[in-house]
């Protein structure tokens, strides 16, 4: 794994039981669950703001986010400039989204459990790839208002 210990997740109550299944199919990874910790209904941008104001104070860790589609959680957390949240639903897509965008969260619906791992699987051993992407990368932090 290329990030620094530990690996954030959280989720709303529709991403609940993916958590815990990428929580316990990955043992080896150093996990700091910031929930949500049943299916009863919460907001999805307060478990998205947790997850990214705690990745503030842990430079080089990643976090994982998970809602139904993903995308609310994505949404909510690129409004941090530290944060290059990535909605991921192929291989591809992760392995890009870390090689080329130096993505730090990654963000999952709750499509298919198999993909799922896979996606995580790759976006933890997949490296920045630098060079002609690090401008890129601060262009992507870069406040555009």
Same mark, same amino acid.
């Not at 130096?102 to 976006?123: H, P, Q, R, Y």
């Given at each position: ?7 954030? +997740?959280? $989720? ?15 043992? &080896? ?9 049943? *299916? &009863? ?10 997850? $990214? ?38 291989? &591809? ?5 870390? *090689? ?6 990654? $963000? ?8 799922? *791992? ?12 630098? !060079? ?7 262009? +992507?932090?870069?406040?555009? !208002?």
């Amino acid at each position: 794994m290329l990030f620094n210990p530990p690996v954030l +997740i959280a $989720c709303d109550h529709g991403g609940f039981h993916l958590k815990n299944h990428l929580i316990k199919k990955f043992p &080896e990874v150093q996990w700091l669950d910031l929930g949500t910790y049943s *299916e &009863e209904r919460v907001d999805y941008p307060d478990y998205a703001t947790a997850l $990214c104001q705690k990745l503030k104070s842990k430079p080089g860790s990643c976090g994982v986010l998970v809602c139904r589609s993903g995308q609310g959680m994505a949404m909510r957390a690129n409004k941090y400039s530290y944060i290059r949240a990535a909605l991921v639903w192929s291989e &591809e897509s992760a392995r890009l989204a870390r *090689e080329h965008n130096d993505a730090n969260v990654l $963000c999952l619906g709750t499509w298919e459990f198999k993909l799922a *791992e896979k996606l995580l699987s790759l976006f933890l051993k997949t490296a920045f790839g630098g !060079d002609r992407h690090a401008d890129r990368v601060k262009k +992507i932090s870069a406040a555009a !208002d």
